[in-house]
């Protein structure tokens, strides 16, 4: 099935507290996990999370890592609005700081020692933005985690994983998740993404059976 591209910003009001609201627990928990083990020995520092939405995983990951210091990078002023809410009703908010941008984000000062990034890449124009900013504001040694949706075979294949997985949602959200599914890339797109961004030692996995996710620390010889 090709790809069908989604406007890079879901930032409608109705659309940011749906999804807000909404009970991504799932995903969220799996993928904090994951950066939380990852980091388990690592020296405390700075991680960013590109496209941070409503803000649950840099809450996820500023209790998970307390000693890390937490940036929420995100293009809605409404998303952003509601993270900064979150992150103020919470005990980590000395952790966590919050930055509107678009990527490339020319005002993050680098290198973070960690980088991760969910849902964000099929929403960008140019996928290779990511790949590039990530590599850009890592250093050697840094972690990447960017999990996303993987792309269905078929217009039918991606109804049955809006119904399997979507069916008590609102109506705003099947339909957004339904177009995301449309517009995901693919696991062998993925890989050629990132390689061409010179970040080909990081390595690539199927946590689930609607996500990609790539993983892995950063080579001495990356940008």
Not at 85 to 100: E, F, H, N, T, W
Not at 210 to 217: A, D, I, L, N, Y
């Amino acid at each position: 099935m090709e790809r069908t591209p989604e406007p890079e910003l879901m930032d409608e009001p109705a659309q940011a507290r749906a999804y807000a609201e909404a009970d991504f627990s799932e995903p969220n928990q799996l993928f904090s996990e994951a950066v939380a083990t990852a980091l388990a020995e690592a020296p405390a520092g700075r991680l960013l999370d590109l496209g941070c939405g409503p803000g649950d995983i840099c809450l996820r990951m500023a209790r998970a890592l307390p000693d890390w210091h937490i940036t929420g990078l995100d293009a809605g002023p409404n998303m952003l609005g509601l993270a900064a809410a979150a992150v103020a009703a919470s005990a980590c908010r000395p952790q966590i700081d919050l930055v509107q941008a678009r990527l490339p984000a020319h005002n993050l000062t680098g290198p973070f020692d960690a980088i991760v990034s969910n849902s964000l890449l099929h929403h960008l124009p140019d996928p290779m933005t990511l790949w590039h900013c990530v590599a850009e504001l890592a250093r050697p040694g840094s972690y990447v985690q960017i999990m996303d949706l993987h792309r269905p075979d078929s217009i039918a294949r991606a109804r049955w994983l809006v119904d399997q997985h979507a069916a008590g949602a609102p109506p705003v959200l099947r339909e957004d998740f339904y177009n995301s599914l449309l517009a995901a890339w693919q696991i062998e797109e993925v890989r050629d993404q990132f390689e061409r961004a010179g970040l080909a030692e990081l390595r690539l996995s199927r946590p689930t059976e609607r996500h990609w996710m790539v993983s892995g620390f950063v080579a001495n010889d990356a940008a």
